[in-house]
């Protein structure tokens, strides 16, 4: 069975510093792939997606993703991060009519 | 127009209501789906429709009713709800049914069951 894990409930970063959340999957083929944020009381917006292109993925707001077949994994990165960047991320994969999510990891930003 | 909008943003109900909850989206998707999402979780799907016809249901209670008017509205009636039930509820569209185009949710209904 397809599965998205998620290696960090919380991950606590300056402002200005980089951002790395990490994401494994596990799929029996080569799945398209996704990372959202959801900021406090809101819905939830596609940051990018992997769909078996480019395995760097640009996404908005600065961020990107890079699919490792070989390491299962689709981490995500910013290289500074800004205070409206505080929210849960999800990391989710593709299963035909349905989404598999992770569990979720909440990035907070010091000032 | 790249929106799912989801009426009403905020909703508290009583035990023996009967409300709806509506979703729309104007970008000619032909999948839309209903999702519950309690605190701190991700979302879990509950119910998949593709070219207005249900293809999904992830075994729902009955007192939560959905319906396809036509491809551009996604409605979910709720009758007999209880605390439980309390959560946001958020719909989302995708292209088709295969998911790898994305999904685009809308901002969701917070439901209070009282």
């Known amino acids: 069975a397809q599965s998205v894990t998620q290696l960090d409930s919380h991950v606590s970063v300056s402002e200005g510093t980089p951002v790395l959340l990490r994401c494994n999957y596990s799929s029996s083929y080569s799945p398209s792939l996704f990372w959202y944020v959801q900021h406090p009381n809101k819905g939830l917006q596609l940051l990018l997606k992997?769909?078996?292109?480019a395995t760097l993925v640009k996404g908005i707001n600065g961020f990107e993703a890079e699919f490792k077949k070989s390491e299962t994994s689709f981490h995500l990165t910013k290289p500074s991060a800004h205070m409206s960047d505080a929210a849960e991320y999800f990391c989710?994969?593709?299963?035909?009519?349905?989404?598999?999510w992770g569990a979720g990891t909440k990035l907070i930003i010091k000032p | 127009d790249t929106e799912v909008t989801q009426t009403p943003k905020h909703l508290v109900m009583g035990m023996t209501n009967k409300k709806s909850l509506k979703c729309e989206q104007h970008?000619?998707?032909?999948?839309m789906y209903w999702y519950k999402q309690k605190a701190k979780k991700p979302p879990e799907l509950m119910f998949v429709y593709s070219y207005e016809k249900l293809s999904i249901n992830e075994s729902v209670p009955s007192r939560f009713s959905p319906e396809c008017p036509n491809s551009s509205l996604l409605n979910l009636h709720l009758h007999a709800l209880q605390p439980e039930d309390s959560a946001l509820y958020l719909c989302a569209s995708s292209l088709q049914g295969l998911g790898n185009d994305g999904y685009t949710f809308g901002s969701g209904t917070r439901l209070t069951v009282v």
């Open positions: 989710v994969s593709d299963s035909n009519y349905q989404l598999i």
């Open positions: 970008m000619g998707h032909r999948a």
């Open positions: 992997y769909t078996s292109a």
